[in-house]
């Protein structure tokens, strides 16, 4: 069972416009997410993440929402660029004191059109 | 400026014959991470090591294994690679839980791994 889904392989975004990057999950027990983007033929890039107690973190044209109740993660990306465009990963962690997994979520691919 | 540094990029190995991938990090972060990631799948853990406690993940072949001889260096091992153990593996570290929040992983660029 996928514990960490994010339903939307690709997405297409004009530039300027808000991008919005969806993440369902099913334990409410994880305590913190993070969005995670990738380039072609490079290693992830921790982009911002959000812990449980919170339902909203901003960082520069990234916001991330948490709604509990939803058991749901959203990026929000405002003005789309084109150098955002690249897969976008949430991924989640359990409060185990000795265990650092990060659960992830199968990606979504984000192209912005010029 | 490089923080967790993956040698060599890209690697050829034939089958069955034994490779070494490494890792360093000037973070001074405690733990390190190897996961393996095929095509545009999510990556997949492998083992961790928290200072020097290894944490082998229960799914992870015995063909894996991993050392770290100091806390800026990791090795990856694959015993006798197999066409199915090509990927992209990367190398991955952290603070330590207690700190504020839960610390994000920050990534190496990967290591592209062909098995002829």
């Known amino acids: 069972d996928q514990q960490v889904k994010q339903n939307s392989p690709s997405l297409s975004v004009q530039e300027g416009r808000i991008s919005i990057l969806n993440c369902d999950y099913t334990n409410s027990m994880f305590d913190y997410f993070l969005w995670y983007k990738k380039y072609p033929a490079e290693g992830p890039t921790f982009l911002i993440s959000i812990s449980s107690i919170k339902d909203k973190n901003e960082d520069g044209r990234f916001t991330v929402f948490l709604n509990k109740s939803a058991k749901h993660l959203s990026l929000h990306i405002v003005p789309s660029q084109p150098g955002d465009s690249a897969v976008y990963f949430c991924?989640?962690?359990?409060?185990?004191?000795?265990?650092?997994?990060?659960?992830w979520g199968a990606g979504t691919k984000l192209i912005i059109k010029p | 400026d490089a923080m967790v540094i993956q040698n060599p990029r890209y690697q050829v190995t034939q089958f069955g014959k034994p490779v070494t991938l490494s890792c360093s990090q000037t973070l001074n972060h405690n733990v390190m991470y190897w996961y393996q990631q095929k095509s545009s799948q999510a990556p997949k853990l492998l083992f961790h090591?928290?200072?020097?406690?290894?944490?082998n993940e229960a799914d992870t072949p015995d063909n894996f294994q991993s050392r770290r001889p100091n806390t800026s260096f990791c090795f990856l091992d694959i015993r006798s690679p197999g066409l199915g153990d090509a990927a992209m593996y990367l190398c991955?570290?952290?603070?330590?839980?207690?700190?504020?929040?839960?610390?994000?992983?920050?990534f190496g660029p990967g290591t592209r791994l062909t098995v002829t």
């Open positions: 991955a570290t952290s603070r330590s839980q207690g700190t504020s929040g839960r610390p994000a992983q920050y």
């Open positions: 090591y928290y200072d020097k406690d290894f944490n």
């Open positions: 991924a989640v962690t359990y409060p185990q004191v000795s265990n650092y997994q990060l659960i």
